[in-house]
């Protein structure tokens, strides 16, 4: 497992802007595909983004494509996530996550608030 921490959160206009980091800590960040969920106001968590640690293939909730762009830094431990053209509908808690290989996610952040107003 890793520790997680989130930043970058805040409230924003429909068709802002926001980007997202989360700095790691811990060993092999590199090996680990990290991602991004969301867990709108009462709703359940859902996948947002996700980027492999070996090779970089990223992987996109329909929802975000096109707009989100997920990016990592393995020399800094720092998996990022730019945010554009923001809608009302992305208001929600976005958690950093990793995992090893194909295995369930087994770190989690604390969680950052987006809150976009219409």
């Known amino acids: 497992q890793v520790q997680l921490v989130e930043s970058g959160g805040g409230l924003v206009q429909a068709g802002g802007s926001l980007r997202l980091s989360c700095a790691a800590s811990g060993r092999a960040f590199s090996r680990r595909t990290m991602g991004w969920f969301r867990q709108p106001p009462g709703k359940e968590r859902e996948f947002v983004s996700s980027i492999r640690g070996y090779d970089g293939f990223t992987s996109y909730a329909d929802s975000v494509k096109g707009r989100f762009t997920i990016s990592r830094d393995n020399a800094k431990n720092t998996v990022s996530l730019q945010m554009d053209s923001l809608k009302p509908e992305d208001t929600a808690v976005y958690y950093c996550?990793?995992?090893?290989?194909?295995?369930?996610?087994?770190?989690w952040g604390q969680g950052t608030q987006v809150t976009v107003s219409s």
């Open positions: 996550a990793s995992r090893v290989g194909a295995s369930e996610y087994d770190s």
